[in-house]
């Protein structure tokens, strides 16, 4: 009897097309990539100018997301078109933030290799304090269909170089801000000459008499040798017969000041007080101040 024998032809096709498909997730951040059609060598969370690796911000800090060597994108005439934009939710899955484009302006592309992008956030209103946040970042390229997105879960927390204590009444924000950079004050260094407002967010429970608030705010800086150099009993004083409407306290109130000079005796210890003039309701704020 003859064998029978059955052969069998297995053809493997290979395909080279690349995809440029990635996921990624950073243990320690939470911070999570994905990409279809673009690729990117590293994503940095950056403050402050300095790369850090946290999920937990202070109220004010600008947080940069740093796009870095990103591949993929067609290119017409040498340049690149890229599409990039950031939206921010709250915890119940609210937009507080959206920029549907953060290179909207840039009509005939980028021509930069490698390719670097960027986007940025600031932490403050309508951002709060004691609050959790989703940031998602998206990036297209606007002559093809590669993407590329970044998501990260972060907490925004109050300065904890501001102390403060209260009596009968709450607060959502207490701040620095300084004109000059446009920028909440973060690390409590200011400058001579520098215009320092100290800014009062959702004050609530002052007396509300016919629509009309009736604050006091008193101010004092001193040296490190306790010497007084900056002192006012009521900067306020004007409002006391006027009142200020409930509305706008309520929603936002500051004092403002400055240093003129060269040399100081540092660090600065500023003690600021708001108070009720209707009831016994107050918020003390102190910090220290290093003044260049």
């Known amino acids: 009897m003859k064998k029978i024998f059955f052969a069998f032809v297995v053809i493997l096709i290979f395909y ?51 796009f870095s060597n990103i591949e993929g994108f067609n290119e017409q005439n040498g340049s690149v078109f890229p599409g990039m934009s950031i939206s921010i939710r709250d ?19 980028i021509k930069l290799s490698p390719l670097v992008l960027n986007a940025e956030m600031t932490l403050a209103r309508p951002i709060h304090s004691n609050k959790k946040y989703t940031v998602v970042i998206r990036i297209w390229d606007k002559k093809g269909d590669g993407k590329f997105s970044a998501e990260m879960n972060f907490e925004v927390k109050p300065n904890e170089k501001i102390s403060v204590s209260k009596n009968n009444c709450n607060y959502s924000e207490i701040y620095l801000f300084s004109e000059k950079s446009n920028r909440v004050i973060t690390n409590n260094v200011i400058h001579f000459g520098e215009n320092v407002y100290l800014i009062f967010e959702g004050v609530e429970k002052f007396i509300d008499d016919s629509d009309k608030i009736y604050p006091g705010l008193s101010l004092n800086v001193s040296d490190n040798n306790n010497e007084s150099i900056l002192s006012s009993e009521d900067l306020f004083a004007e409002y006391s017969q006027a009142g200020i409407i409930a509305s706008e306290f309520k929603d936002r109130i500051s004092a ?36 260049k």
């Open 91 to 109: 915890d119940k899955n609210n937009y507080v933030l959206q920029n549907e484009d953060i290179y909207a302006n840039y009509p005939d592309g």
């Open 256 to 291: 403002n000041f400055w240093f003129n000079g060269s040399e100081v005796n540092n660090p600065l210890s500023l003690e600021a007080k708001l108070w009720d003039k209707k009831s016994d309701k107050f918020i003390l704020v102190k910090t220290s101040l290093i003044l």
């Open 16 to 66: 080279s097309c690349d995809f440029k498909k990635s996921a990624h997730k950073d243990l320690i951040t939470g911070l999570s990539t994905s990409g279809n059609g673009l690729s990117c060598e590293e994503v940095s969370i950056v403050v402050n100018d300095k790369v850090e690796q946290r999920n937990t911000f202070t109220f004010g800090e600008v947080v940069a997301f740093r």
